[in-house]
């Protein structure tokens, strides 16, 4: 299949949540001196222009990076992503909003590294000159699932693992759940954070009783969205199910979500989720 193209959605509310989520993530990693990994499963190209035929075909960034954009009252945790978009921008205009890969470069150190995985051809070739000659960085056009799992444990003890998927294949929600029973097995004290849509709600409490029946400790649920739940508009909410969260996240996301729910939502219509799933 792998029709997917992240350049349709760059920015948007799901966007938001999920990169402020692992900012903060990421902000909290590297409070330690020790080296750690960083390894998205599902990489894209690593950047997208907003001013791309398929970006302004959706322009779904209006309802998402759009609204948060120059504004001076965001709370610290948006605020502390916001920065790393306007790196990548490096001028007071937004033109290009940085996929997980790129945010994760920018705030990583010398001696951290980075595994990246895409199966998709073009999302691939683009994602590797994006990326070309970065010695931290490893590339592989393979099946991120299998990968995680055959890099856990990864040599530095320390990571924070992004699950991505475009949910495609409707099996990858069992999937997603079945990789990361493996994986916690291997790497039990590594932070993983697994980013989900919400077109079918039904789906998802599913996946989050599978979750919670697995035998994973430490589980924390954040979700956005901007209107009530629809299959029929397609997504309307997307949540990040933390494993091993940092201890201040939820204070964080209790700080943020609410503000989000309210400046991203269309006609008043924002919720939010702040739950934990499973206690350490």
């Known amino acids: 299949m792998l029709s997917y193209r992240h350049s349709f959605h760059a920015g948007n509310f799901a966007d938001v949540l999920k990169h402020t989520v692992s900012v903060s993530i990421l902000n909290h990693m590297l409070k330690k001196d020790k080296p750690f990994c960083y390894l998205d499963t599902h990489s894209g190209c690593g950047a997208y ?22 504004r001076k009252d965001l709370p610290l945790p948006v ?3 916001m920065e790393q978009v306007a790196e990548f921008n490096a001028l007071k205009d937004l033109k290009h909003y940085p996929g997980s ?35 931290q960085i490893k590339m592989a056009k393979s099946d991120g699932l ?17 699950i991505d998927p475009s949910y495609e294949i409707k099996t990858e929600y069992e999937e997603v759940v079945d990789t990361l029973i493996e994986s916690v097995k291997r ?31 430490n589980i924390q649920l954040f979700e956005l969205g ?26 964080e ?7 989000l ?11 939010y989720r702040i739950e934990t799933l499973v206690g350490e």
């Open 261 to 271: 729910a309210k400046n991203l939502a269309k006609e008043d219509k924002g919720f």
């Open 146 to 162: 299998q990968g995680l799992v055959a890099n856990m444990p990864p040599k530095e003890r320390r990571g924070y693992i992004l």
């Open 79 to 81: 605020s502390n992503y």
């Open 101 to 135: 890969p790129s945010i994760a470069r920018q705030m990583l150190r010398e001696d951290d590294r980075m595994f990246l995985f895409e199966l998709h051809p073009n999302e691939f070739t683009n994602m590797r000159e994006n990326f070309s000659g970065d010695r």
């Open 226 to 251: 901007i209107e009530a739940d629809s299959g029929e508009k397609g997504m309307t909410s997307s949540g990040m199910i933390v494993i091993n969260p940092p201890w201040t996240l939820k204070k």
């Open 187 to 217: 790497f039990a004290t590594g932070t993983y954070a697994l980013w989900y849509p919400v077109v079918n709600r039904i789906t998802i409490k599913k996946m989050e009783r599978d979750l919670i029946a697995s035998g994973i400790k």
């Open 49 to 70: 222009s907003l001013s791309s035929e398929q970006a302004l075909k959706t322009k779904e960034f209006n309802n998402g990076i759009m609204r948060l954009w120059g």
């Open 253 to 259: 996301m209790q700080a943020s979500l609410p503000f």
